[in-house]
């Protein structure tokens, strides 16, 4: 449903946009016409992206711009003299993913304050910043724009044990979500979020899977038997980001393989037993043999 001109006239941000999925949904706006934007702490991590994204461009003769910006998105003034230097240098700037975070496993008896303020200020503060700075931009232009979120299934309902930071963080994500969806909606400004599930990323994956045992355990809970695909995730934020979904906003979209919906109160039960057992088992409980 795409073409190489559905994102064109679109400069978008994409923080945390220097690997892992970040870096997958900035060579998929790219590939649809967007110019593009990236930042990060590691400027080695971000110079190596920006290469990549302008070979693939330059493969499939596309004419989009990309540039990276090192930047910690915790830091307010340095988030607003980015913004700046990104309008300045592309002429103006239309679209934000707020993708940066960071996690950890820890029993949260065990959590230091330092640890669980790194990961909020990263998730819940940075995604305010750039969210704040960008959204005043469009303001006080008078532009239309979009802000797609990166949250987690766990954000919102159940919580997640072991990573309450992230949980907690991402929760608050969520709610500015809607809350700014809701405020600035009256500006053409639409905000939106995805909930992705497991999409194994170098780096984050062995933080959170360490074991080949955790990592087969993760798999047997997702009802589809597989983890997401990169270019999965990156199709539906550039649909989220692209016209198409024009009359999108507030909502947070799932991808996950069905893994969220393990939390149904029986859904345990086909962990028991291969499904024919299953199957005949409850025949059994129905008097039919």
Not at 34 to 54: F, N, P, Q, Y
Not at 211 to 219: P, S
Request: glycine fraction near 12%.
């Amino acid at each position: 449903m795409f073409t190489p001109n559905t994102l064109t006239n679109q400069t978008i941000l994409i923080t945390g946009g220097g690997s892992g999925l970040g870096l997958s949904m900035a060579k998929m706006f790219a590939s649809l016409g967007a110019d593009i934007a990236i930042c990060g702490r590691t400027e080695e991590k971000l110079k190596e992206a920006v290469d990549v994204i302008r070979k693939e461009g330059e493969e499939a003769d596309l004419k989009t711009d990309v540039r990276y910006y090192v930047v910690d998105v915790r830091e307010y003034n340095r988030v607003r003299d980015m913004i700046e230097s990104i309008v300045k240098d592309f002429g103006s700037m239309e679209g934000l993913v707020n993708n940066a975070a960071g996690n950890f496993l820890s029993a949260s008896e065990d959590l230091s304050p330092g640890g669980f303020k790194a990961v909020v200020d990263i998730v819940l503060h940075g995604s305010f910043n750039c969210t704040h700075t960008f959204g005043n931009y469009l303001i006080d232009n008078k532009k239309k724009g979009n802000i797609l979120n990166i949250v987690t299934t766990y954000a919102e309902g159940t919580g997640s044990a072991f990573v309450l930071p992230s949980a907690c963080g991402k929760a608050g994500v969520l709610a500015m979500t809607r809350s700014l969806a809701y405020e600035w909606a009256t500006y053409g400004i639409r905000l939106n979020a995805i909930a992705p599930g497991p999409f194994p990323t170098e780096g984050a994956w062995t933080q959170l899977l360490p074991t080949k045992k955790a990592e087969k355990k993760f798999l047997e809970k997702i009802p589809m038997g597989r983890y997401g695909k990169h270019e999965e995730l990156a199709s539906l934020a550039a649909f989220m980001m692209s016209d198409m979904a024009e009359y999108i906003t507030g909502e947070c979209v799932t991808i996950d393989g069905g893994e969220k919906l393990a939390a149904g109160q029986f859904n345990f039960i086909d962990s028991l037993m291969s499904r024919g057992k299953l199957k005949k088992v409850f025949r059994m409980m129905r008097g039919k043999g």
